[in-house]
């Protein structure tokens, strides 16, 4: 089972805020939905579209390639085109740091 890595503090995400972070050579969205974080893969399933650079309202992301929208708290796509949905990762809150690791 993978060790949980610090990515980030609590305070570079703000709420409603998102954060694209590395895992290794992973690149991965952080998410705050009301001070909750979440973390799903942040490049799309679609076209490849940094899902950092769209927009989050509530608990979807929107890709500004093509528009599909995804849900942060599941990874499952919301609206097409894309298909498949994201890898999501565990999330865990030491502190004020924001740890993840890929989803057992």
Not at 31 to 40: D, L, P, Q, S, T
Not at 63 to 81: E, I, L, M, N
């Amino acid at each position: 089972m993978a060790d949980f890595q610090k990515v980030a503090l609590t305070s570079e995400i703000p709420k409603g805020g998102m954060k694209k972070i590395m895992l290794g050579s992973q690149q991965v969205l952080l998410a705050n939905v009301n001070g909750k974080f979440y973390a799903i893969g942040d490049v799309c399933t679609h076209m490849g579209g940094p899902l950092d650079k769209g927009k989050l309202a509530g608990d979807e992301v929107e890709c500004p390639w093509h528009g599909s929208h995804f849900d942060v708290t599941t990874g499952q796509v919301k609206r097409g085109p894309a298909g498949r949905p994201e890898p999501v990762y565990e999330i865990k809150i030491e502190g004020n740091e924001v740890q993840i690791r890929p989803k057992q």
